[in-house]
Every structure is written in C-alpha cells, then in structure tokens.
C-alpha cells in the first residue's frame, strides 16, 4: 500500500509565507513526477506546480516567481514553498505522486490535501 500524507497547510495573512510538505510512503520502488494542485470552493482542481524525478519544474502562470516546488528523493518527499500569498491562493492543496510500488505496478496517487487560507 502507497500513501502520501500532507502536512504545512494553515491560516495566513496576506503576504506572508507558507511551506508545504508531502511523503510518500508504503511499499514504493520508485517515484516519477510529483506536484501539487488546488482546489478551491467552487473551482475545478487545477495544477499548481510539478517536479520531476530530474528535477525539472513546471509552474502555473498563477503562482511563477511566488511558488518553488523542491524534492528530496531520499525522503521520497515533495515541497511546496508559497510567498507573497495572496487571497486567491485559499484553496485545498493536493499532492499528487506517479508512483511505481514494488510489484511493478504504476499509478498515480493523491493526498487527502491540506487546507490554506490567505486572509487578513
């Protein structure tokens, strides 16, 4: 079994500052792209930004110059870092990992997501 598990989400005012992180654990054999996404109310869930295994990026217009996405690949961990947050950034914030386990089978899997609110 595979699961990723976010954590860093909060209440935050204005442009301020946020950090992100999400692991994947189980029974993994290897980790291909990783990213985040969002959802807020209302609102289809949209790409926020991914990294590959590489670690080449790729960002939404949204969120280019405010948002980096980082990994660590001996933690099998995936980062979010958030400034200049601004009121549109509230949304639940997913990640999201292609992820081949040990019998060699791959599939993409989703966090149960973290809730951030930028207000003040």
């Known amino acids: 079994q595979v699961q990723l598990v976010e954590s860093g989400g909060g209440l935050v005012q204005p442009g301020g500052s946020l950090r992100l992180s999400c692991a994947a654990s189980g029974s993994i054999f290897s980790i291909n792209t990783m990213g985040w996404y969002r959802q807020a109310p209302g609102k289809q869930r949209e790409l926020v930004a991914t990294?590959?295994?590489?670690?080449?990026?790729n960002y939404a217009d949204a969120v280019k110059g405010r948002f980096t996405i980082s990994r660590d690949n001996a933690k099998n961990t995936v980062y979010l870092q958030m400034n200049s947050l601004k009121p549109e950034d509230t949304a639940v914030y997913y990640c999201?990992?292609?992820?081949?386990?040990?019998?060699?089978?791959?599939?993409?899997?989703w966090g149960k997501g973290t809730l951030v609110t930028v207000s003040s």
């Open positions: 999201n990992a292609d992820i081949t386990n040990r019998w060699k089978y791959a599939r993409a899997y």
């Open positions: 990294i590959t295994s590489g670690g080449s990026t």
